[in-house]
């Protein structure tokens, strides 16, 4: 119980860190439209940047569907499959593959 509790609180609080870092970079960082967003260019996103964009999409996936609870290991699972999704379809467009791996 504390353990998951901790490593939720760590999960949170890396989240937090990284959407104030991301709100702190907004006024350089280009705007990217996710409906326009292909896998490739997704894959081409800088670390930090496909992190950020992969959490955001975590979010924006997490409020349509209403939900106010999330189950973080299933966070990276989605994440992972994305990436591999992606890879064998770059044309693809990100938040199709995101939707379908959530499902």
């Known amino acids: 119980m504390i353990h998951t509790f901790f490593s939720k609180t760590a999960v949170l609080a890396t989240i937090g860190a990284l959407a104030l870092s991301a709100s702190a970079k907004a006024q350089d960082a280009d705007v990217i439209d996710l409906n326009d967003l292909t896998c490739r260019t997704y894959l081409t996103l800088g670390g930090d940047e496909r992190d950020m964009t992969t959490i955001f999409l975590h979010g924006y996936f ?16 989605t994440s992972d499959q994305v990436l591999e999704d992606c890879i064998d379809g770059p044309d693809k467009k990100v938040l199709e593959v995101f939707g379908a791996a959530l499902k």
Do not use: E, H, K, R
């Not at 349509?64 to 990276?76: E, G, R, T, Y």
């Open 62 to 77: 997490t409020g349509q569907a209403d939900m106010s609870s999330v189950n973080i290991s299933d966070l990276a699972t």
